[in-house]
């Protein structure tokens, strides 16, 4: 069951569509540029960026899960 759920968490990742995360003003400023290698920099950063609040809730989630899961007791 844990491997099975780890695959998921695997696959979920791989899974990511790309998002436009720029704000209305980054966008404004950089869709002027040329070649659009610096748009795309920031755009990278910002997904980047908001992968990291998920994570952590992600793991405080499981780790809350882990700690519920030990305290009921298993009817046999």
Do not use: H, W
Request: a positive charge; aromatic letters at 10%; glycine letters at 6%.
């Amino acid at each position: 069951m844990k491997i099975k759920a780890i695959y998921v968490f695997i696959f979920l990742l791989l899974l990511a569509i790309p998002a436009e995360a720029q704000c209305a003003m980054c966008r404004a400023v950089l869709e002027s540029e040329e070649g659009q290698e610096t748009a795309k920099g920031i755009n990278n950063g910002i997904v980047y960026l908001m992968i990291v609040p998920y994570i952590l809730i992600g793991v405080v989630g499981y780790l809350i899960y882990k700690n519920k899961k030990k305290s009921i007791p298993l009817n046999d």
